[in-house]
Structure formats: structure tokens, C-alpha cells
């Protein structure tokens, strides 16, 4: 079965590749001849997920999936939420870092969550997938490794943030990988 998934990004699209197996093959956006930005203007995450899918079926009429993931910071009323990746007003990890420890600034309630949510549109059925990890932000950043708020993220139940775990530690039991398998799960019952 061929698949569209909503991503330009090769590291994400190898992950997915790996985990779906020979059954399905991946193609990207550029694959199928899209150069489109797609929307993301919904104010919500799994609205976000649902838009970029939909767009992708609707102009180029390939079954294809989408996700969009944010931070939930409980002390924050949710933020940043979906606007995670431009919290600061720039996709650079460290100021966005910076303004969530700001804004944090002298909270006790440090709790929060990372939440992805996959939406499917197969032959034109939607499908939607949710994880969520439960956490806590640390008052500073610890670690090198992950990407975004990973630095001062620690789940709960580990003694680690997730910047200090390994990909495949991470890829364990992130948000991400939770709503992956429920929808690889799915998947693999059409093709039975």
C-alpha cells in the first residue's frame, strides 16, 4: 500500500518507514509533487493534524497521514501548545526554552504533557491517533541529546529528561511513538 506522510523531514519519515515495514511504501510530499506549505491554522493540535491530511488528500487525492505535537504546560493554561515549535516568535529551541522557564518563573506546579496526534485519510476515511507522556519542566536544561522543550522535559516515572535519553530510550515511550503504534497498528489490519 502506498502512503503519503505529510513531511518534507527524511529523519521522521525513515522512523515511520522502519516501524510500518515492507507492507507500505512511504513517499513524501515532494514525492507526489506537492510544494505547498500546508495549513496549520486551526488553533489546535489534532485540528492542525486533521488540516494537513485533508489538504493532502483533497489537492492530490493520495491517502496520506499528518501530525502535529505541542507542550501542555498545566501552570500555563496549556501553553504553548500548538504554537510549541514559534512559542518565542522563532523556531529556535533555546529562546523558546528561555521563555517557557521564564514564564515559569517561581511556579510550583511543573507539570505538563507532550501530546501528538496522528490523523490517517485513507481512500478518503479519516482516522485520528492520540499519545500523550506526562511530565514535569525542570528549572534548567539537562542534556544534549532530542530536539525542542526534550532539555526540560522529564517524564514521569524517570530520572531523566528526555535530552538525556537515548533515541531509541525516547523512542520508547514518547508521545510520538504511542500515537504511531496505535496508527501502525490500524494500518496493518487493512492490509490483512
Not at 491517502?63 to 504553548?80: I, K, M, Q, R, W
Request: charged share 20%.
Amino acid at each position: 500500500m502506498e502512503l503519503c506522510f505529510a513531511t518534507n523531514n527524511h529523519h521522521k519519515l525513515a522512523e515511520v518507514s522502519a516501524k510500518l515495514g515492507d507492507a507500505f511504501t512511504l513517499k513524501t510530499l515532494l514525492d507526489i509533487g506537492c510544494t505547498d506549505e500546508l495549513p496549520e491554522t486551526t488553533g489546535t493540535i489534532p485540528g492542525n493534524s486533521r488540516q494537513k491530511a485533508d489538504y493532502v488528500w483533497t489537492h492530490f487525492g493520495v491517502s496520506c497521514f499528518a501530525d502535529d505535537s505541542g507542550l501542555e504546560v498545566d501552570a500555563l493554561n496549556g501553553e504553548p501548545g500548538v504554537d510549541s515549535a514559534y512559542y518565542s516568535g522563532s523556531r529556535d529551541h533555546g529562546k523558546n526554552i528561555e521563555k517557557l522557564l521564564t514564564n515559569l518563573a517561581g511556579q510550583s506546579n511543573r507539570k505538563a504533557q507532550f501530546i501528538t496526534v496522528f490523523t490517517l485519510v485513507l481512500h478518503g476515511v479519516e482516522h485520528q491517533f492520540q499519545g500523550i507522556i506526562e511530565g514535569t519542566i525542570l528549572t534548567e536544561p539537562r542534556g544534549k541529546g532530542g530536539f525542542g522543550y526534550d532539555p526540560v522535559f522529564q517524564p514521569t516515572g524517570h530520572d531523566r529528561t528526555f535530552a538525556e535519553m537515548t533515541i531509541d530510550e525516547k523512542g520508547l515511550i514518547s508521545h510520538r511513538a504511542q500515537a504511531l503504534a496505535k496508527m501502525i497498528v490500524y494500518l496493518k489490519e487493512q492490509i490483512k
